[in-house]
Each structure stands twice: as structure tokens, then as C-alpha cells.
């Protein structure tokens, strides 16, 4: 069965998911947020973007995703910082240097939570969460609860014998595993 969209969905979906992204169904997207990628995001189904969240990355986002208010998945390298003779205001950008794009993955039944940072070239793996505040700028394992600046991993968020029950359930109701 489809759901309808509300008419202030509609808007903010159209406001707020910009080029080069690809969405599943069943996608809710909050005031002020910013979805975008220089080359091309593919975003899976069931996944709730917050209030004020900024997405601007290439790569791919999995299924049942909560990002919290605040947070945010931007490059390691937006602004060729580099360039020597150049302000970093009028170096090389990502949206007109694709190039400089560097991909992301964020697993299915991920939870990323308020105001917390991803950068680019990480790879958040299926089931972990990221705490609040956290700035995540290393891959993230699988079933992995992560917090802090920059992020360490705290504990598992379930036992081995518990993720594999969890996602025996998760892939009979349509989840697709991404690592």
C-alpha cells in the first residue's frame, strides 16, 4: 500500500533534495534540510532525514536510516584547500570539481544522531549509531555504537547471537544489508 504525501512534504522534498539524488520510498525529509552530491547519492527506502540536517556527498545511503535534527554528511574536501596562490574562498569547489568528490556509505538501520558529523570516504556500517555531537572521520564497523570528537567505538548495540536474529527479521521485511 502507498501513502500519500501531505502537501508539506511534497514541498519540502522538492525543496530539499537537489540534483544528482536518487530517493526510496517512503522518504520524510525535515525543515531546513539539504540534500545534494556533486556526482550521485543513492538513498535506500524507509529513511527519515531531521530538522536542519546537510547531506552533500556522493555514495549511498541504505534502508531504515534515522538522521536527527542537526546532523550532517558533507566532504573531507569540498574546498581544494590546496591550491597554492588561491584564497580557500575562491579555490576549486566539488560542486564545480566533481572530481574532488570523495564517496560515503552509510549501512541500512543506521542512527545518526543530533548534531553529529560524517565525513566523507567513511563507511558507517549497517545497524551501528553514531552519538549525538559525535564527528565520525574513520569507518565505523558494522552493529557499532560510536561516540566523541573524533568518534571511538563505545560497544556493540547487539550481541552477535542478537544482530543475526535482527537482520534475519530486518531482510524478511525488505532491508537490504550494505557491508
Known sequence: ??????VTQLVLRNWGVRANVS?????????????WAPNRLNIGNDVYIGKGVTIEVDGQIGDGVLFANGSGVVGK?????????????RARWVGD??????????????????????????????????GMGSVVTKDVPPNTIVVGN????????FSNREFKEHWSLLLDRGYKKTS
Do not use: E
Not at 500500500?1 to 501531505?6: A, E, G, H, S, V
Not at 530517493?23 to 540534500?35: E, K, L, M, T, Y
Not at 573524533?150 to 548495540?157: D, E, N, W
Open 77 to 89: 574536501l569540498d574546498h581544494d584547500y590546496r591550491q597554492i596562490g588561491v584564497p580557500v574562498r
Open 23 to 35: 530517493i526510496g520510498d517512503r522518504f520524510h525529509i525535515g525543515p531546513g534540510s539539504v540534500v
Open 150 to 157: 573524533p568518534a571511538r567505538v563505545v560497544r556493540q548495540r
Open 97 to 130: 570539481h566533481p572530481d574532488l568528490s570523495i564517496p560515503v556509505t552509510i549501512g541500512s538501520d543506521v542512527w545518526v544522531g543530533f548534531n553529529a558529523s560524517i565525513s566523507s570516504g567513511v563507511t558507517v556500517g549497517d545497524s551501528s549509531i553514531v
Open 1 to 6: 500500500m502507498k501513502l500519500r504525501l501531505n
